[in-house]
């Protein structure tokens, strides 16, 4: 099987996250989220994590040069990989191409989560998450079996503190002004692959299946 090398590009709460769980056990593909890896950071208070707070805490990008460094020593050491939340900006997105070249291990595809803004809204605003772990509940669309306890773990469930009204109004519009454009990036590369995300989580990730098929074939 040719080794997935995805991008998960789309706006917050797109549903990302939740079809990278998926994806892991499909394609044996290690999910790199920069945002967990971020939120690691912070909790273990290193100065990354420092550096970054403030620019998460608002809804901004953290610098591209923070963020290229910290995904450099992640992707040299894993050979198949679902990246999510990376790249947000175009001169991530170069840098990103140098080093896969480098490593000789091109991308199979950059697959664009689809959804309006009141799906996102919708589910940002019931998102609860396990940040021991990554993984992610909606309380309607996807409710743990029991309310605040991960079902794998026993333990609590959070609500991202950047979840608010606020703050998520902020992120929509960085997406719109800093990672939109890498919409247009990925289609003149040749892999872009819109999938929509608006349906139920096993039809996206049916979608995504198809899509793969075909483009693993294609890059084999
Ligand atoms: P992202 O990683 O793109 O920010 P998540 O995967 O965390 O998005 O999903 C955001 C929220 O929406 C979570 O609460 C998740 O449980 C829920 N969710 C994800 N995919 C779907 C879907 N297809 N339909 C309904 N809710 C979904
Ligand atoms: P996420 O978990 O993907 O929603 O990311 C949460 C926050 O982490 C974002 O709002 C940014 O502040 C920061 N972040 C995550 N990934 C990146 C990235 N690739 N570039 C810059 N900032 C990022």
Redesign the pocket.
Known sequence: MTPMRLI?L???????????RFLEQRYAARQI?T?DLLREQRARKTPLGQQAQAYMDRGALVPDELIIAMMEGELSTTGAFLL??FPRTVPQAQALDVLLTKLGRPLVAALL?DADRRVLLE??S????NPRTGR???ER??PPRVASVDDDDGGPLVQRTDDTPEIVTERLATYAALTAPLVEYYRQAGVLERVD?????A??SQAIVGVLERRAAVVR
């Open positions: 998960l789309g706006p917050p709460g797109a549903g990302k996250g939740t079809q990278a989220s945002g999510d939340g989560f589910r940002l019931g998102r609860w998450s992610t509940y909606h669309f996807n995300a608006a349906r139920p989580p039809e996206v």
